[in-house]
Nanobody, 123 residues
Framework: QVRLVESGGGLVQAGVSLRLSCAASGRTFSSYTMAWFRQAPGKEREFVAAIRWSDGLTYYADSVKGRFAISRDYAKNTVYLQMTSLKPEDTAVYYC????????????????WGQGTQVTVSS
């Protein structure tokens, strides 16, 4: 079955960059979406970015648009989240998720999740 493993989180200062990775296994076909969500303490898990695997079309939350970039390595079955100009409010556990077919911003539509990776941004 589908497995997702995130990596790349850490403790960084505001204004710097960080790249998260999510390695997927157990799925070969291209008709699906991969996405990043994040959850800060005391807050609901929220959509960050998504990419349509077939053609690479991307989607972003307003809070990260222009600062974050989602991309994929088709051969490696890996999705990345390149985060720049990090802010303290970006501090959260970042989760990789996937669903069949089209993009959704709703976390309830994603049946498969990774374990999460912590990103902490200090001021």
């Amino acid at each position: 079955q589908v497995r997702l493993v995130e990596s790349g989180g850490g403790l960084v200062q505001a204004g710097v960059s960080l790249r998260l990775s999510c390695a997927a296994s157990g799925r070969t076909f291209s008709s699906y979406t991969m996405a990043w969500f994040r959850q800060a303490p005391g807050k609901e898990r929220e959509f960050v970015a998504a990419i349509r695997w077939s053609d690479g079309l991307t989607y972003y939350a307003d809070s990260v648009k222009g600062r974050f970039a989602i991309s994929r390595d088709y051969a490696k079955n890996t999705v990345y989240l390149q985060m720049t100009s990090l802010k303290p409010e970006d501090t959260a556990v970042y989760y990789c998720a996937t669903k069949i077919l089209g993009v959704s911003y709703n976390r309830d539509n994603y049946p498969y999740w990774g374990q999460g990776t912590q990103v902490t941004v200090s001021s």
